[in-house]
């Protein structure tokens, strides 16, 4: 384990007109934009998550040699006490699997829990995935040894993938999407599963949908209702706002005009959406933050210092602002960084 003040580089604030591009600011709000880099210790730094627990923030991401194949990842998770001043307090491993995005929660008896893929090599050969599961203690360190968790017999897959973790009244609700062998090639799955451990998962639903759905994040606006932002890969490559009432068996489906990437959503205060996502604009790739509604309904509100292999944000809510990660390849090697920006500014858009 590393402390980041050990890192030579350290964090430092990138100039604001980089960051503003498509948002355009109020004049008492333009102070308070701020991008600054928090890591750059490993030769890929990506998919990144955030979380506010009891007192302060925690970044967790995947380090490897290369996004894919990268047989070699690992999970670390930064701690700070105020989105700037950053220490490495845990890097998690475990023999012969690559974990990939990792994603935080906060579970019902008061522990970070870490959720993240498990791809198996053998001879540098994949050969299928197992999702992993760690848990702090009740403050927020000492990780424990990554474990496979258990998914629901009646629908486990050699490709399980559980995405994100988030829980509602007690319960954690996931979406497990499935892929075989051969990717895009080859016959996909996806279900909608629930925990009250983050050790087992249950079958609640099968969503149908084409397109190859993947990647996904389910929130929960103030009336209970389940919405589920859903990346697809094929087709159109639109993405998907999905919605269901418990028990969150009957689904309806909003398509959007934006193709996503490690898509992530929150909810304002007032209802609104704010989506984090890849962006891809013929050539060129960024990314992009937008605001919406629950109808899939969404418009760019500012773009990040990004390009290339980028995105996969992490996003909380807190004292009137936007705290956003994500990690983008830029400025070279691809490294991890974090924004602020006002909530008043970006609802007003």
Not at 175 to 181: L, R, S, T, V
Request: hydrophobic share 35%; net charge positive.
């Amino acid at each position: 384990m590393r402390a980041f003040t050990k890192i030579k580089f350290m964090f430092r604030l990138l100039p604001a007109f980089l960051f503003l591009g498509s948002i355009t600011l109020p004049a008492q709000h333009k102070g308070d934009v701020e991008v600054w880099k928090i890591w750059d210790g490993s030769p890929h730094s990506a998919f990144t998550d955030l979380l506010f627990f009891k007192g302060n923030y925690y970044c967790s991401f995947r380090e490897g040699s290369g996004h894919v194949p990268g047989t070699d990842g690992t999970v670390r998770i930064l701690k700070s006490p105020d989105g700037k001043r950053w220490e490495s307090i845990a890097d998690l491993k475990k023999e012969g699997i690559d974990l990939r995005d990792p994603k935080l929660s906060v579970t019902p008896a008061g522990k970070i829990m870490v959720i993240m893929g498990g791809s198996i090599y053998n001879n540098g050969k994949l050969e299928g995935r197992k999702p992993q599961v760690s848990f702090s203690d009740a403050n927020g360190g000492n990780y424990s040894a990554p474990e496979e968790v258990r998914v629901d017999p009646a629908i486990t897959s050699w490709g399980d993938w559980l995405w994100r973790v988030t829980w509602h009244n007690g319960v954690g609700y996931t979406i497990d999407y499935q892929i075989g062998p051969q990717e895009r090639k080859g016959p996909t799955a996806m279900y909608l599963l629930k925990t009250t451990d983050g050790k087992y998962f249950e079958k609640v639903s099968k969503i149908e949908m084409d397109g190859f759905p993947n990647e996904a994040t389910i929130r929960f606006d103030k009336k209970g209702v389940m919405h589920v932002l859903i990346r697809r890969e094929l087709e159109d490559q639109m993405g998907v706002l999905a919605e269901s009432k418990a028990p969150f068996t009957n689904w309806t489906f909003h398509k959007l005009d934006q193709r996503l990437g490690g898509p992530n959503f929150v909810f304002t205060e007032k209802g609104k959406i704010l989506m984090g996502t890849r962006v891809h604009e013929g050539s060129v790739v960024y990314t992009g933050l937008f605001l919406g509604d629950t109808k899939g309904n969404f418009h760019k509100v500012a773009t990040f210092p990004s390009s290339g292999d980028t995105s996969y944000p992490g996003m909380v809510i807190r004292n009137g602002s936007l705290w956003f990660s994500y990690y983008s390849s830029h400025e070279g090697k691809t490294s991890i960084y974090m924004a602020s920006l006002p909530l008043k500014a970006l609802e007003k858009k």
